[in-house]
């Protein structure tokens, strides 16, 4: 939006981002709550927390088996268009955080040891 109406000002914020193809200036955003928070942590919580089309359900087993398969396909990488892909509704930061926290049987879940650390610093 490069004008503000008396219209666009009354807009709640996902009318904003629907009617301008979600292009919103996140800085006006940060002066209008009274920058209490910057642009882009209001960018990053809305698009990743509160945006109301996001699918915040709980992961089914499907959709499980669906993501490793596309981590594997992208290596692990390119989480947005992984989340593209699987057509759910999530964000690909939510993905992310699925795989490696949940799925990924390559990380270590247990705590770090003496050598882990010794490894760290060497």
């Known amino acids: 939006i490069r004008t503000w109406t008396d219209e666009t000002r009354a807009m709640t ?3 904003l ?5 979600m292009h919103v200036d996140w800085h006006r955003i940060s002066r209008k709550v009274g920058y209490k928070r ?6 990053a919580r809305f ?8 699918n915040k359900d709980k992961f089914t087993k499907q959709e ?3 993501l490793i398969a596309l981590a594997d396909e992208h290596r692990g990488t390119d989480w947005e268009t992984v989340a593209e892909k699987a057509g759910t509704g999530r ?8 795989y490696q926290q949940q799925l990924n049987t390559g990380l270590e879940t247990s705590g770090w040891t003496k050598a882990d650390d010794e490894r760290l610093i060497a």
Do not use: Q, W
């Open 91 to 98: 964000t690909g930061y939510m993905m992310f955080c699925r």
């Open 17 to 21: 981002l629907a009617a301008n193809d």
């Open 47 to 54: 698009t990743h927390h509160v945006d109301p089309t996001l």
């Open 13 to 15: 914020l996902p009318e």
């Open 64 to 66: 499980d088996l669906d």
């Open 38 to 43: 910057s642009p882009k942590e209001l960018y």
